[in-house]
């Protein structure tokens, strides 16, 4: 059976009208909605990324691979498919979006983020405000179209202060590990093309109302989540502090996209027990599905509960 995506959204929607429950997401092809509170939230899919398993596993100890995996349901010799969860977030008169997906250039599975607005009747020009995490290829790629045109021609874009510095700094290139080279040349490219319109903020400011940055380092040198609304009514976006499943079960390892995986883990390692305690859903940008679930503390690590 062929189902379009424009099919499985119209039969989401129908399926939110009748929901007596706000809080339960709504799965559409690309589109996952749902509520808290004022806020709407969509978890937007801008396609995914493939590694071959050697690339994914490789920081886990050898002799410890089989088990972790065989745990966690994960085939060891499988391609891995990553999602890309893009947040798109609507309050009041703001239409926000954290990260902006990949783009034409970065891979073929991804940058679909433009299709998946157009889903749910939300245009480019329509952004407000763009909220960056960090400034990997999958996140800020988007930035421009095929064209090398602002995608988001309208939008204020924010980035953290730290992270900005390191990706518009010439010297990153000299610095930087000879594989993610091209992850600094793409970043420089599309910051000097938007220019001055970038604005930085630090870390634990109020960005915009009810969204608060929290700085996450390790997975980028200024790596920013984002705590929106509260525990009870909000949503937390991780970002890349946490990017699959084996992160949750082994906070402790590294993964092969970290810049600094020592300082990766410290930070996972203390924003998962905060996000178990304090009971927050969450939006993993590369969580299964939707990437909206919860953390919750399973011995002496974690796993995630997915929502959807
Ligand atoms: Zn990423």
Known sequence: MHV?????????????????LPLLPQRGWAVTTMTAGDLRIDSLSDGHLEFPPEFAFSIIPEGERDELLASLKIDPLAMVHSSLNVTLLRQGDHIVLFDVGSGPDFMPTAGKLAEALSLIDVSPEDVTDVIFTHGHPDHLWGLLDEFDEPLFPKAAL??????FSYWTDPSTM????????SFAAGAMRRLTAIGDRMEQFD??????????????????????????GTPQEGIFVTGDFVTSLTGFARPDLGTATDHDPELAAQTRASMLARLADEDWQIIGYHLPDSGIGRVRRKGPAFSFESEI
């Open 203 to 228: 870390d634990d400011v109020e960005i915009l109302p009810g969204i608060r940055a929290v700085l996450t380092p390790g997975h980028t040198p200024g790596h920013m989540s984002f705590a929106v």
């Open 158 to 163: 924010k980035m953290g202060k730290v992270e």
């Open 4 to 20: 379009t995506r424009r099919f499985v959204l119209a039969r989401t929607a129908a399926l939110i009208s009748v929901s007596a």
């Open 174 to 181: 000299d610095t930087i590990s000879e594989e993610r080279q």
